[in-house]
């Protein structure tokens, strides 16, 4: 497995019933060679919204405003503006992790290859990604990289922090760490899991984005879970309180389900609460849910 790099999303990371409290809520996409994890600062462990006092559209809570969701930075130190691109012809302000933790907490200016790799192409990260030194073009950089430093170039956030776009219509703008990292990652269907390889499918703010599963030998129901992506491809990290026997911890994993199926959630006590308010799920989730223990 890849390093696991930690990230926090600030704006795009999908909640749910009730997430849970505290800064549980790290781990989603990971240069590699480390056990690092992304910070989600847009939907701290994801759960879904209590139904009687979330009036949100998503089942999952926010956290942009108040901290990050998958291992927070513990300090910043930005010598270039990732949405503004204002590095010196022939570089990029790329996100890098300066004090050799888990999680990306800086940016600064790193050299451009003249034949780059473009976003979905395979491509090299030096020091695992942490570098933030890699074989990607402009405007890009080498994600879910393995223990070899081979990944696949993606995307960063195109327009503004406040109003983030991606042009590849089958992704999704996810901002993490404070905002140190924004890239563009597939949509994905969290019932049908399908994410290529080794990824699973997370939420995302107000969407499912697809991102590394470093779970490792965790990750099944009711293990207990820091990040987002620290769950089973099926899974998401809920309150401890909607999940039986889940004690002393951020949160704990939980799964999926689909409103229109008869099947009994895993644990006792749990019900198949709709992820989104009635009326307001997007086409083709209208049936997804959270197995979870009503409050």
Request: charged share 20%; proline share 8%; hydrophobic share 30%.
């Amino acid at each position: 497995m890849g390093q696991r790099w930690a990230w926090t999303v600030v704006v795009g990371l999908v909640g749910c019933v009730e997430p849970p409290k505290g800064d549980g809520s790290e781990g989603l996409g990971e240069p590699a060679g480390s056990s690092g994890v992304v910070e989600d600062e847009s939907s701290s462990a994801a759960l879904p919204p209590d139904p009687e006092e979330s009036s949100s559209t998503d089942p999952v809570e926010d956290e942009s405003s108040t901290g990050c969701n998958f291992i927070c930075p513990e300090e910043t130190d930005h010598e270039c503006d990732v949405w503004a691109q204002d590095c010196p012809t022939g570089e990029k302000c790329a996100p890098w992790i300066n004090d050799g933790g888990v999680g990306w907490n800086s940016l600064h200016c790193v050299p451009v290859e003249e034949a780059a790799d473009q976003p979905g192409d395979e491509c090299t990260a030096d020091g695992g990604g942490a570098s933030g030194i890699d074989s990607c073009a402009g405007g890009s950089m080498c994600w879910n990289v393995d223990e070899e430093g081979n990944g696949t170039c993606v995307a960063f956030c195109e327009g503004s922090e406040e109003n983030p776009t991606c042009s590849d219509t089958a992704a999704t703008c996810v901002i993490a760490n404070d905002g140190v990292l924004n890239v563009c990652l597939p949509i994905c269907d969290p019932l049908l899991q399908d994410c290529d390889g080794s990824q699973a499918c997370y939420p995302v703010g107000d969407a499912f984005a697809c991102g590394p599963d470093v779970s490792g030998e965790l990750g099944l129901f009711g293990d207990p879970c820091e990040a987002i992506n620290v769950c089973d491809a099926g899974m998401f990290c809920a309150a401890p309180q909607l999940v039986p026997g889940c004690e002393g911890a951020s949160g704990c994993c939980s799964s999926f389900c689909d409103l229109e199926d008869d099947g009994p959630c895993p644990g006792d006590g749990q019900q198949c609460v709709g992820w989104f308010d009635e009326g307001q799920a997007p086409p083709g989730a209208e049936t997804l849910g959270a197995c979870i223990i009503p409050e």
